[in-house]
């Protein structure tokens, strides 16, 4: 399985940006896709996660009300709407997925497959 971001680049705040991920190869089981970002000389942190199957969503609290994150399963793409953005939004964002349903969603080390990585940077 393998997974491709797409859709990062730059914008001034305030503005908006949809990232997509898209997974191939042999067919998909994960249960939950998810975003992550990474700033320079920061630690990867959780963004974004959806359940596959019934769709719950889960966010971290620095993107609450303005990202949303979706999915359309006869893709095997997940979204990430970004609206209102802001300087500190600025990161490499990496798609991930997960095969099984576990209660936490925000650990990395939890997730098995993932995306090369796209810049979203966002100028003040």
């Known amino acids: 399985v393998q997974l491709q971001a797409s859709g990062g680049g730059l914008v001034q705040a305030g503005g908006s940006l949809r990232l997509s991920c898209a997974a191939s190869g042999r067919p998909f089981s994960a249960r939950t896709g998810a975003w992550f970002r990474q700033a320079p000389g920061k630690e990867r942190e959780f963004v974004a996660a959806i359940n596959w199957a019934g769709g719950g969503t889960y966010y971290a609290d620095s993107v609450k009300g303005r990202f949303t994150i979706s999915r359309d399963n006869t893709k095997n793409t997940v979204y990430l709407q970004m609206n209102s953005l802001k300087p500190e939004d600025t990161a490499v964002y990496y798609c991930?997925?997960?095969?099984?349903?576990?209660?936490?969603?925000?650990?990395?080390?939890?997730?098995?497959?993932w995306g090369q990585g796209t810049q979203v940077t966002v100028s003040s």
């Open positions: 991930a997925a997960k095969k099984y349903y576990t209660n936490t969603y925000s650990d990395p080390r939890l997730y098995d497959y």
